[in-house]
Structures are given as C-alpha cells and as structure tokens.
C-alpha cells in the first residue's frame, strides 16, 4: 500500500473532474428540451381531447335532431289517424283526427276558398273569421279563424 496517509494509489487522470461549463449546457439544454417536450405532448393530448369531445358530445344532438327532422317530415307525406285527450279529459273524452298530407290540404282549403258556395266571410261576427257551410250536412257550420 501506501507510505503516506491520505494517498490512493490513484492515476492523475482519474482525479480530473469535468469541465463546469460542459455540465451547465448539458443540464440546461436536457431541462429545456424536457420542458418542451411536456409542452408538447399536453397541447396534443387537449387538441386531440377537443376532437373527440366535438365528435361525441356536440354532433350527436345533430344527427339525432336530423333523425327525427326526417321522420317527422316522412309523417307530413302521409295519411294517418290520432287521437287527442283534451286538457283534464280521460280516454273516452279523446276526440279523433285524421292528419292528411300537406298537398292534399292545400287543394281541399284552395278548392273552398274558389267555391263561392261552400264558403263566406262571417260578417256578423267580424275579426275576419271564414264560416264554411256544408249543404249536406244539416245546417252545421264551421268557423275557423
């Protein structure tokens, strides 16, 4: 071993510690370069995150209020029959309706309004209500307004 105290026996070359200055740049250049990186991958994770949540949460009422848009216009084309329970009514109280479609309406209403016979302006009452008298039926009259 050694004569003196202290000594190691070790080479010069193993003494040396490294440069000061190579140690800060690698130091400050590892932070920054971790720094951005984390930068990085939380600006995706909230780009890709936004996606998903316009993709599952705000388009969905869409396509469901295009579905049902769709199936109410396909009712429009269509004849049919319903029932309506007035307000505080029960069942047998329901009064029935048939709906016809939109076209067929429209040349019923344009067919009653040409016919001068089928149709007048009531005058008694005012507020420009249109009383439709039916010459079959027994003197009933319908006023609409």
Do not use: C
């Amino acid at each position: 071993m050694s004569s003196h105290p202290g000594e190691d026996n070790l080479e010069p070359e193993q003494l040396d510690d490294p440069e000061a200055g190579w140690t800060w740049f690698l130091s400050l250049a590892s932070i920054i370069l971790l720094v951005i990186t984390v930068v990085a991958v939380t600006v995706l994770f909230y780009f890709f995150r936004d996606l998903e949540v316009e993709k599952k949460v705000i388009d969905q009422p869409a396509l469901q209020l295009s579905e049902l848009r769709g199936e109410q216009e396909a009712q429009l084309d269509q004849y049919a029959k319903y029932q309506v329970i007035p307000i505080g009514g029960t069942e047998e109280d329901a009064e029935d309706y048939i709906r016809i479609p939109i076209d067929r309406a429209m040349e019923i209403i344009n067919a009653e309004a040409r016919s001068p016979k089928t149709s007048a302006v009531d005058e008694q009452g005012g507020g420009g209500s249109i009383v439709l008298r039916d010459s079959s039926s027994s003197g009933r009259e319908d006023v609409r307004q």
